[in-house]
Every structure is written in C-alpha cells, then in structure tokens.
T-cell receptor, first 111, second 108 residues
Framework: NAGVTQTPKFRILKIGQSMTLQCTQD?????MYWYRQDPGMGLKLIYY???????DKGEVPNGYNVSRSTTEDFPLRLELAAPSQTSVYFC??????????FGSGTQLSVL | QKEVEQNSGPLSVPEGAIASLNCTYS??????FFWYRQYSGKSPELIMS????GDKEDGRFTAQLNKASQYVSLLIRDSQPSDSATYLC????????FGSGTQLTVLP
C-alpha cells in the first residue's frame, strides 16, 4: 500500500526560484494537509483541504500556494523561495480530520 | 492563539523504566487529543488518541487526559530502546495543533 507519496525527497533551491512539492494519496481521504517542521520544532500547518476544489489557509501560509483538483493530489507551490522556507515539509491525509497519515517528507534548502 | 506546550527534553530513562511525557493546551474547547511518535529523520505516526477524561491503555502505552487542568500525558511502561523517538502531542479544535515534541532516549 502506497499511502501518502511525496516527491521529491530532497531539493536545494536558490533564492527567488520556484518549485512544486507533489503529494498523492491512494486512501480516498477527503482531508489533506501540508505541514512544515523546522529543527527541534513541532509541525506548523501551511494549508489544508477538506475535499477536491476546497482549500484553506493554515497557520503559516505566506509564500505558499496550493490547489486540489482531484481527491488524490494536493501539490504545494513555493513562489520566490526565501531562506526562511528552508524546512522539512510533510504532506498528510485523513478520513476524519483527526488521525493523520503522513508522507515521508521533503527536505528543502533555500540558499 | 491556540497553544500546545511540551517539555522539549531530552528525557532519558533506563530500559525497563516508565517514561512520562506531558502536554498542556490552552484551548478549553478542545475535544480530541493525540500522541504521535516521530523517529529521527522519519515522519510522525499516530500511536494514541484520547477523547474522555481518565486513562486509556494500549499495550505498554497509557494516555491520560484531564480537561479541567488542560493536561494530557503519555506513559510508556517497560521502556525499550526502540521507544527512543520524539513524541508529539496534538490537540484538535478545528485543525490539529502540534506541540514542539519531547525527545525521549531509552538507555540500554
């Protein structure tokens, strides 16, 4: 079972570049999330979606955008990358907005 | 702003001992509480959920909830080196809010 699949696993960006982090889940979950985790810190919610076509901001949305055209996919777009966006990014999905299943993460460095 | 506070540790216990992890939260309206375990370099995984005051046991793990004190804890009995990880407390009002985690090391 694939579960939640994130790509890429690692990426180095230069300041000002843009990229998209991909997230796909095969569990038919309606709820999907993007979190970032800085070293020694907890998870901060960037954006979330309660179903296809519906997205909403979390705690730290600035500098990011999302879309949810299908139930399976929830890509995260970084525009004009900044060093402050250096972090580990986790995508997660849930069937009940409480018990989350996480992808393996993307380690992003902006230099 | 909703807050979830945990002692960052690190917490070290000898193998076979009881590890006690604590968490407080600020939102009195919170109804659901979770413990996630995160091994170094890995993603979090759910290990316990609790919704009512009192204790909930699952194998070597016991979650304790006291809504009046806005306090939730996780006890790990007979701690094993394989329990060494960071434990994240999460509280749900509308969306999950995570604490910063407590790093646990179980010494052989």
């Amino acid at each position: 079972n694939a579960g939640v699949t994130q790509t890429p696993k690692f990426r180095i960006l230069k300041i000002g570049q843009s990229m998209t982090l991909q997230c796909t889940q095969d569990m038919n979950h309606n709820y999907m999330y993007w979190y970032r985790q800085d070293p020694g810190m907890g998870l901060k919610l960037i954006y979330y979606s309660v179903g296809a076509g519906i997205t909403d901001k979390g705690e730290v949305p600035n500098g990011y955008n999302v879309s949810r055209s299908t139930t399976e996919d929830f890509p995260l777009r970084l525009e004009l990358a900044a060093p402050s966006q250096t972090s580990v990014y986790f995508c997660a999905s849930s069937y009940d907005y409480e018990k989350l299943f996480f992808g393996s993460g993307t380690q992003l460095s902006v230099l | 702003q909703k807050e979830v506070e945990q002692n960052s540790g690190p917490l070290s216990v000898p193998e076979g001992a009881i590890a006690s992890l604590n968490c407080t939260y600020s939102d009195r309206g919170s109804q659901s509480f979770f413990w996630y375990r995160q091994y170094s370099g890995k993603s979090p995984e759910l290990i316990m959920s609790i919704y009512s005051n009192g204790d909930k046991e699952d194998g070597r793990f016991t979650a304790q909830l006291n809504k009046a004190s806005q306090y939730v804890s996780l006890l790990i009995r007979d701690s094993q080196p394989s329990d060494s990880a960071t434990y994240l407390c999460a509280v749900n009002e509308k969306q999950l809010t995570f604490g910063s985690g407590t790093q646990l090391t179980v010494l052989p």
